[in-house]
């Protein structure tokens, strides 16, 4: 019988390299893909030239090519950058000038990386794509049920991003890092001597300059409109260049001046308004999730569950009330900072990730 096929979406960096080296090591028939997203040259104007920061650089790409090499595994490279700004930078552009907070890296997962690369290596004859996220898949063969489910590396599990991927699609992913951590990985690339070893952590939206999504929605999203700063009262404070420059909860760099600290509370781009207030009002228990995924089928209702309302938030217990087809009221035991609209609230029980969808 011949070994399984799998293809390993190889970023040029650490995690993705190990994973190649680790399923080479397992026996399978392996070979890296690199997908070109971005080009450097699309940074904003004025930026920094540093493609090294941005996703799909040169350099990462031959550094992907470099470790397929010491591998000895096939490379290849697929272009993605016409679908890549059309269902991932142009909804990240429209949502921000909605006032929202988006995940893009979400988003990308879902259509790009676990959507068209999927479908492509499988149409190329692979049974698997691997990817150097901090994840598990568990596979019962009794059931013949999938399950994603948290890293062993908790400053580093990465299912968050995952919850998006269609449940089907599951038992075509490989996720080798799942039980490993950062160090270990670090440490396997240096076993294999792979140059990847020490290169740097990826930054945080791989396509945009320095983290500059301020610089990045002036050149590719023209529509921003000035507006008012209110209080809860609707006395206006200030003015202000375009809703997408503020978050919810900040504090600094509102341009004006109250006597205490104040901080975002809410954004209406429709009426071009910033509303502020106080520390207090940036606590929320209560909101709503739309377009949920289901990794696992949740039973009955209401469905009580560890809720994440963004990737670096620790976790809340809550209960799940539907609302709708794709609907849902998530209430949190205790009150979060920032329950912000865009941004991803994912669901656990334990370890096991359940589902998730975008917060309204």
């Known amino acids: ?44 104007a004025g930026a920094a030239k540093n493609p090294g920061k941005l996703c799909c650089s040169y350099n990462d790409a031959l550094d992907a090519r470099k470790v397929a090499g010491k591998l000895g595994i096939p490379h290849y490279i697929v272009d993605y950058r016409q679908e890549f700004s059309v269902q991932v930078v142009k909804p990240f552009c429209e949502n921000y000038r909605k006032g929202r907070t988006p995940n893009p890296c979400v988003l990308c997962n879902e259509k790009i990386k676990f959507g068209l690369l999927l479908k492509k290596i499988k149409a190329l004859g692979f049974d698997y794509l691997a990817t150097g996220h901090y994840a598990s898949i568990i596979r019962d063969p009794k059931t013949d049920s999938v ?19 269609k449940p089907g699609n599951l038992k ?18 240096k076993k294999y001597r792979l140059h990847t070893a020490e290169k740097p952590k990826s930054q945080e939206i791989c396509f945009i300059q320095d983290n500059n999504y301020r610089a990045f929605l002036r050149q590719y999203s023209k529509h921003e409109r ?86 670096t938030n620790k976790g809340s217990a809550g209960t799940i009330y539907k609302l709708g087809k794709i609907l849902y009221k998530i209430v949190l ?28």
């Open 333 to 360: 035991e205790q009150p979060q900072w920032a329950l912000t609209p865009g941004q991803s609230a994912v669901f656990y029980n334990g370890s096991t990730l359940l589902g998730g969808g975008i917060i309204q």
């Open 172 to 189: 075509h992913i490989l996720l080798p890092l799942g039980g490993l951590t950062k160090e270990e990985v670090r440490g396997l690339a």
């Open 1 to 44: 019988m011949k070994n399984p096929k799998v293809a390993v979406a190889m970023s040029g960096g650490v995690d993705s390299s190990v994973a190649a080296a680790l399923l080479k090591a397992q026996g399978y028939d392996t070979a890296g893909i690199t997908m070109r997203l971005w080009s450097c040259e699309e940074a904003p």
């Open 147 to 165: 399950l994603l489910k948290k890293g062993k590396d908790d400053r580093n599990d990465q299912s968050y991003w995952l919850y998006s991927v």
């Open 226 to 311: 000035p507006g008012r700063i209110i209080d809860k009262n609707g006395k206006i404070l200030g003015r202000h260049a375009g809703v997408s420059n503020f978050t919810l909860g900040q504090r600094s760099g509102l341009g004006i001046s109250a006597g205490r600290r104040i901080y975002v509370i809410k954004r209406i781009p429709e009426k071009k308004l910033v509303v502020v207030g106080d520390e207090k009002d940036v606590y929320s228990s209560e909101f709503t999730a739309k377009n949920v995924n289901w990794l696992v089928k949740p039973g009955r209702f209401p469905l009580k569950a560890q809720v994440k309302i963004r990737y």
